[in-house]
């Protein structure tokens, strides 16, 4: 019902728009958000964005690189990442749920997730 797409292989200082597409039923009334998960480590979230896009939120590490975005009439939510580092480097999920912004970053409160896509920045 999530579908990612976007990643791909980049250089460091480069950029890539990341969408999740969503079908099947509406999210519009959702909070959705961006998470990640480098080889070896634990998925860690990224970025999350109000049912109205109203409020945004991000992680320290990709704040003021990052940016998120929704357009409920397509049904998709976006993640524009500008100066990307090697760090950034892992598969990217999108997921959705009715989350309150004090948990936007807790992955167990989404009830739906795309399928990932990679990203991979170059030095």
């Known amino acids: 019902q999530l579908q990612a797409s976007g990643g791909g292989l980049v250089q460091a200082g480069g950029s890539l728009r990341l969408s999740c597409a969503a079908s099947?039923?509406?999210?519009?009334?959702?909070?959705m958000a961006w998470f990640r998960q480098a080889p070896g480590k634990e998925r860690e979230f990224v970025a999350a964005?109000?049912?109205?896009?109203?409020?945004?939120y991000f992680a320290d590490s990709v704040k003021g690189r990052f940016t998120i975005s929704r357009d409920n009439a397509k049904n998709t939510v976006y993640l524009q990442m500008n100066s990307l580092k090697p760090e950034d480097t892992a598969v990217y999920y999108c997921?959705?749920?009715?989350?309150?912004?004090?948990?936007?970053?807790?992955?167990?409160?989404?009830?739906?997730w795309g399928q990932g896509t990679q990203v991979t920045v170059s030095s």
């Open positions: 964005i109000s049912w109205n896009g109203g409020s945004t």
């Open positions: 099947g039923r509406t999210f519009s009334s959702n909070t």
């Open positions: 997921a959705a749920g009715r989350v309150p912004s004090y948990y936007y970053t807790h992955e167990s409160r989404y009830d739906y």
